[in-house]
């Protein structure tokens, strides 16, 4: 098993997120690729990398399969048993998350969000990246790669530090309701340097949820494939207030701070 080291707790601590090697079981990501390109949308279709560019013509807006522009997330498998063993309950990812989180504190996973696919965009103009977080209760993210992503191939890209930044600017330390102070500090962090998290298949990504983060521009020519799950307490409480200390419910972070 893959297990996190106290300098891994602390890079995560001070930069918000944690690349992790060559973790993922190689069977199970075969069979996500497999199952990815067995159902493809159209217009794409499997050995014709011309059909892969994007952007999608139009929104398709379906929860199993949903399309827009250069993205398209493939839901449908999310509540699988072999996907679920893929990342959310693999003994290392899990493991790793307790680290962090408390050991037996975690809700049963019975569903990842799908593989999400990341279109090349060809010869297009490069566009400006900007970052967001997400709006929905969780503590800790994970993203794992079932193919290799290079440099600029539509990688996890994070803002480094951001998730300090960000944390005060909610009335509340899991829901999204923003202060006034969002927008200016929305805007002071796209001007900071971002890190794009490229990878190899089985390389996983934590964050935390009030990291600033992107799905990064993909000029290569391969579909990005990725799983995605976010993890929570089952004593998270949407109510209540940031506070002092951003790590006051991981007690795993809080015993590595503290020695």
């Given amino acids: 098993m893959v297990r996190l080291t106290d300098e891994d707790i602390r890079f995560f601590v001070r930069e918000g997120y ?13 069979q996500g690729r497999e199952r990815m390109w067995r159902n493809l949308p159209p217009p794409l279709e499997r ?33 699988e048993d072999w996907m679920l063993r893929l990342l959310a309950t693999d003994p290392s990812v899990m493991g790793m998350a307790e680290q962090l989180l408390g050991e037996g504190t975690l809700v049963d996973p019975d569903r990842i969000r799908g593989i999400y ?14 970052c967001h977080v997400d709006a929905h209760p969780f503590h800790l993210g994970v993203v794992g790669y079932i ?5 600029k191939g539509g990688g996890f890209t994070v803002w480094p530090g951001s998730h300090r930044i960000f944390y005060p600017d909610f009335p509340t330390r899991y829901c999204f309701e923003r202060t006034p102070s969002y927008q200016a500090h929305l805007e002071e962090v796209n001007r900071m340097p971002c890190a794009d998290c490229h990878g190899n298949a089985g390389d996983i990504v934590f964050w935390h949820h009030r990291m600033g983060h992107s799905v ?16 929570k307490r089952t004593d998270l409480d949407e109510n209540a207030p940031p506070g002092d200390d ?8 809080r015993a590595v701070l503290m020695s």
């Fill in 18 to 30: 944690l690349i992790k090697r060559g973790v993922l079981n190689p069977d199970l990501m075969a």
């Fill in 47 to 79: 050995g014709k990398p011309a059909t892969w560019i994007g952007p999608f013509a139009e929104p398709v807006d379906d929860g199993a399969s949903h399309r827009h522009r250069f993205m398209w997330k493939y839901r449908e498998p999310g509540g």
């Fill in 117 to 130: 696919c990341v279109l090349p965009e060809g010869d297009a103009p490069p566009r400006p990246l900007g």
């Fill in 147 to 151: 193919d290799d992503v290079g440099p």
């Fill in 216 to 231: 990064g521009h993909n000029r290569s020519t391969r579909i990005r494939q990725a799983v995605l799950y976010d993890y």
């Fill in 246 to 253: 951003m790590w006051a419910d991981w007690p795993g972070v």
